[in-house]
């Protein structure tokens, strides 16, 4: 991607603090999307997987592209049941309170009562489903495409949005922004490891770890580090690389800093659980999101 894993903000998105009836879903479709949201989370699991190898990316994104298609099917579906409940609701109101007078008129008090209470236990029934599918929708969330060339502040609008139509609460939000060689941490070069950090995976599974920089040497000046920026780290553990990076500027840079390494383990690894509370938004230095928002 275009981000750097080194440069991140961390901040809080919270939904409105009135948000959209909770989806009210009936039993038949509360088994349909549960069970097309367990698919759809079996097969962003094996997408992950397969993504993390060259040889196999191309396969795991066309299927990470297919289970986001799956989910948003979903989603488009469930919100037109809201819809359609809502209409329906709004047509049957004025009729409800006509019915009830009826009713008083033929039956006693006590029957109009029970009557009552079953159609709010129905409803209080559809409503705990609604959270439900909800939470799983939530769940299986795999990016917002619909940030993609947007500003940051309308992606975080788009997902404050999602959010509101679920009738969720509050998540938090990763920024990752693009480094520049004038913030702090640029002599620190990434090293992303596999999920048991015990060798380097690299940002894209192939072992390769790269600078994004020119190194200033106090003594000779801008030299490209590494092969034009590169070390090739595959089978080596995150210390062995690094010791292979930091030989190629033993030395300070016109500051007075030394080359160091920050390891990065993915999320899911150990000691980074992957979570359902945290979304990643990686920034170009243009302040547009030039890639889906993910939930890691």
């Keep these: 991607g275009n981000h750097d894993e080194y440069a991140r903000t961390v901040l809080t998105v919270q939904a409105p603090p009135f948000p959209r009836a909770a989806l009210g879903i009936n039993e038949d479709d509360h088994e349909m999307v549960t069970s097309i949201l367990k698919s759809t989370r079996d097969m962003v699991d094996v997408a992950r997987v397969l993504i993390m190898n060259e040889g196999t990316m191309e396969a795991g994104e066309e299927m990470m592209a297919q289970a986001n298609s799956m989910f948003r099917e979903v989603k488009d579906h469930l919100m037109m ?7 329906k609701e709004d047509a049957m109101a004025a009729e409800k309170e006509v019915l009830r007078d009826l009713l008083r008129e033929k039956y006693s008090q006590q029957d109009v009562e029970e009557a009552n209470v079953e159609d709010v236990k129905k409803a209080q029934e559809d409503s705990k489903r609604g959270l439900d599918v909800a939470r799983k929708m939530y769940e299986t969330m795999i990016s917002f495409p619909e940030c993609l060339e947007q500003f940051f502040e309308v992606c975080l609008k788009i997902i404050n949005e999602e959010l509101d139509s679920l009738g969720l609460s509050s998540v938090e939000v990763v920024v990752h922004e693009k480094r520049n ?3 702090e941490g640029y002599n620190k070069v990434v090293i992303v490891t ?3 950090a015990d060798r380097v995976a690299g940002k894209a599974g192939d072992g390769i770890v790269d600078y994004p920089f020119m190194w200033n040497d106090a003594k000779v000046g801008f030299v490209n580090l590494g ?5 090739n780290c595959s089978n080596k553990t995150p210390y062995e690389c690094c010791v292979h990076i930091r030989e190629s500027a033993p030395g300070p840079d016109a500051n007075g ?5 920050h390891i990065f ?3 899911g690894g150990v000691g980074n659980d992957r979570r359902n509370d945290r979304i990643f938004i990686n920034v170009s230095p243009d302040g547009r999101v030039h890639e889906a928002p993910q939930i890691q």
């Design 227 to 231: 092969v034009d920026g590169k070390w």
């Design 81 to 87: 049941r809201q819809y359609e409940k809502k209409q």
């Design 257 to 261: 800093k030394y080359l160091e390494c």
């Design 181 to 183: 060689a004038d913030q």
């Design 194 to 196: 596999n999920e048991l």
């Design 265 to 267: 383990v993915p999320f």
